[in-house]
Every structure is written in C-alpha cells, then in structure tokens.
C-alpha cells in the first residue's frame, strides 16, 4: 500500500512561481517512473511532466515547455515541480503518479489527492 502527498499548491498571480512536491511514504521513488498531471474544471485530466527512473530523461506538455521543471530526488522519495511564469490557464488540480514513464495516465499506478492551484491575472 502506498500514500503518496502533494503540497505546494496555492494562490499566485501570473507570472509567479510555485514549488509542488510530492512525496512517497512507503514506496521508494527509485523504483518508479514519475508524472505529473493536472485536472481543471470541466477538462479532462492532461499530462504535464514526466521523468524517467533509469536516465532522469524528462518529457513535457507543449504547453509548459520552458516553464515547468520535474526533478525528483530520489534519497528524500520525494518529486518536485518547479513553476515558473504560471498563467491563468494553469489552474487546475496537480497530481502526481508513480508507474512507467509516458504521457498517459493509463501508464500511472499510484496517484495521490492532489494539490489545488490557482494563477490569478
């Protein structure tokens, strides 16, 4: 069994930067590939980042390309998303899956509650 926990998300103008972690209480994040999602209101759930375990190889939605970084450290079992220069369209719930790295949620085993974000203009 697995918990896995957001935290970082919160209220920012455009332009601001937010640091989403999550983190991994009882599955060691070695072991699996990392993604990041989001869900806005009324759109369906859309991927945002990914990393890959074995070589740290990381993967981006057009739309964040540039702004958003994924990192993850593997000692703390925790994973970052760093934001930058958010934008209203931002918005949304963040999670964050363990499973086998790709741009599908389908490919996430475990996910976590998510974290609220919200980019005012």
């Known amino acids: 069994q697995v918990q896995l926990v957001e935290s970082g998300g919160g209220l920012v103008q455009a332009g601001g930067s937010l640091r989403l972690s999550c983190v991994a209480s009882?599955?060691?994040?070695?072991?699996?590939?990392i993604g990041w999602f989001r869900q806005a209101p009324g759109l369906e759930r859309e991927f945002v980042a990914a990393?890959?375990?074995?070589?740290?190889?990381?993967s981006y939605a057009d739309s964040v390309k540039g702004r958003f970084t994924i990192s993850s450290d593997n000692a703390k079992n925790t994973v970052y998303l760093q934001m930058n220069s958010l934008k209203p369209e931002d918005t949304a719930v963040y999670y964050c899956?363990?499973?086998?790295?790709?741009?599908?949620?389908?490919?996430?085993?475990?996910w976590g509650q998510g974290t609220q974000v919200t980019v005012s203009s």
């Open positions: 009882t599955r060691p994040f070695s072991r699996y590939d």
């Open positions: 899956a363990l499973g086998r790295y790709s741009s599908r949620w389908s490919t996430y085993d475990d």
């Open positions: 990393i890959r375990r074995r070589d740290a190889f990381t």
